[in-house]
């Protein structure tokens, strides 16, 4: 008999845990005009029978956001995002 557990943890790489339900961010590099952040969200799905414990992956994800401010009227942006 399988029983099925969801597990939900927010966790951005070994920063800790977060609390479940909002978005969390950890910034790695600020300054004046440039801000570098890492993001994530862990969601798993535990499985437990006779055989052992299985873990599923229910949607995780792990992102990188960038903004830099060029001049006072123009911003670049960029983004990326490992599912």
Not at 4 to 30: D, H, N, R, T
């Amino acid at each position: 008999m399988k029983k099925k557990y969801s597990v939900v943890a927010f966790g951005v790489a070994a920063a800790g845990v977060m609390a479940a339900g909002s978005a969390q961010a950890l910034a790695l590099y600020e300054n004046d005009t440039t801000k570098f952040d890492l993001y994530g969200r862990v969601h798993l799905l535990l499985e437990r029978d006779n055989a052992g414990v299985d873990f599923e992956n229910q949607s995780s994800r792990l992102g990188f956001r960038l903004s830099h401010k060029i001049t006072e009227g123009l911003t670049a942006f960029a983004r990326s995002e490992i599912r």
